[in-house]
């Protein structure tokens, strides 16, 4: 099932609640969009890592379980496809289309069908002069039993730190910014509140409330994402909750301000909490 969350003249956001997509991809619902101009901003199921769905919530390693999908590193291992794939399913969903809103509650499911995580997830489209404004908030409620989140850096492979609420672009390579400073080593594991891509053909700035890292990669293909787990195993005790946000402004050209922009969506942030 595919939602438009926002369609205006060329710029699009929509949801795809991930229903068709095979098991080794672990299964989840996703969003994918276009600026004004019509330029792609997410891609789904490209070539090389054909598990990276647009912007979707995905974590490597919940209990040994990969709701990331492809293959999961393992220390002894290296990187090995295991029949360890997760899927998350909708249970409950509201829209409210003209005000580009969608509200599901989700169960997260384990290689066995058996229940990992509770979730309740919140996410907004709107349009700006600009272009347009998503913000998406999770809260994973641990209603299984104590939970621990890992990494492959944290199961052993250094600076891959991925997982969360992540978004893959389309671009080859682009210009990364933060507070921190312009590039690629400011950017990796910087605790920045904002985050600016710059692609060849559409910006993003993106912003959090979470005081995650940004996992970033800037070449080869360009996805970013605050990441859960980094230096060590993230600890979810029984019936505690994690809460993720991650809000981003898209548009055609770099955003001259993005420290401005990035302080707009936290705001943004904040006000609907």
Same mark, same amino acid.
């Given at each position: 099932?595919?939602?438009?969350?926002?369609r205006g003249e060329?710029?699009?956001?929509?949801?795809?609640?991930?229903?068709?997509?095979?098991?080794?991809?672990?299964?989840?619902?996703?969003?994918?969009?276009?600026?004004?101009?019509?330029?792609?901003?997410?891609?789904?199921?490209?070539?090389?890592?054909?598990?990276?769905?647009?912007?979707?919530?995905?974590?490597?390693?919940?209990?040994?379980?990969?709701?990331?999908?492809?293959?999961?590193?393992?220390?002894?291992?290296?990187?090995?496809?295991?029949?360890?794939?997760?899927?998350?399913?909708?249970?409950?969903?509201?829209?409210?289309?003209?005000?580009?809103?969608?509200?599901?509650?989700?169960?997260?499911?384990?290689?066995?069908?058996?229940?990992?995580?509770?979730?309740?997830?919140?996410?907004?489209?709107?349009?700006?002069?600009?272009?347009?404004?998503?913000?998406?908030?999770?809260?994973?409620c641990a209603t299984?039993?104590?939970?621990?989140?890992?990494?492959?850096?944290?199961?052993?492979?250094?600076?891959?730190?991925?997982?969360?609420?992540?978004?893959?672009?389309?671009?080859?390579?682009?210009?990364?910014?933060?507070?921190? *400073?312009?590039?690629?080593?400011?950017?990796?594991?910087?605790?920045?509140?904002?985050?600016?891509?710059?692609?060849?053909?559409?910006?993003?700035?993106?912003?959090?409330?979470?005081?995650?890292?940004?996992?970033?990669?800037?070449?080869?293909?360009?996805?970013?994402?605050?990441?859960?787990?980094?230096?060590?195993?993230?600890?979810?005790?029984?019936?505690?909750?994690?809460?993720?946000?991650?809000?981003?402004?898209?548009?055609?050209?770099?955003?001259?301000?993005?420290?401005?922009? *990035?302080?707009?969506?936290?705001?943004?942030?904040?006000?609907?909490?």
């Open positions: 099932m595919r939602i438009d969350l926002l060329a710029a699009a956001v929509t949801y795809d609640d991930g229903g068709d997509l095979d098991r080794v991809l672990s299964p989840r619902p996703f969003l994918t969009g276009t600026t004004r101009s019509g330029a792609g901003v997410t891609e789904v199921t490209p070539a090389d890592h054909r598990h990276h769905l647009g912007l979707s919530l995905a974590l490597p390693d919940v209990n040994g379980v990969s709701f990331w999908g492809g293959r999961t590193f393992r220390r002894d291992a290296g990187s090995v496809l295991l029949d360890n794939h997760g899927i998350q399913r909708v249970d409950e969903r509201e829209v409210d289309a003209s005000g580009g809103r969608l509200v599901e509650t989700l169960t997260w499911l384990d290689h066995r069908d058996a229940t990992v995580l509770a979730e309740t997830r919140t996410i907004t489209a709107t349009e700006t002069a600009e272009g347009w404004d998503l913000t998406w908030r999770s809260r994973l299984a039993g104590d939970v621990t989140f890992g990494s492959p850096q944290t199961n052993g492979r250094d600076g891959a730190f991925y997982g969360g609420l992540f978004w893959r672009t389309p671009f080859e390579r682009a210009t990364v910014r933060t507070h921190d *400073g312009a590039g690629i080593a400011a950017a990796h594991g910087s605790l920045s509140s904002w985050l600016a891509i710059d692609g060849p053909h559409a910006s993003v700035v993106a912003a959090t409330t979470t005081a995650m890292p940004w996992f970033v990669r800037d070449t080869g293909y360009v996805g970013f994402g605050p990441a859960v787990a980094v230096t060590e195993r993230r600890r979810l005790a029984a019936g505690d909750t994690l809460d993720l946000t991650l809000a981003v402004a898209v548009m055609d050209a770099p955003s001259t301000a993005p420290d401005q922009v *990035g302080a707009r969506l936290l705001s943004g942030i904040l006000e609907a909490v």
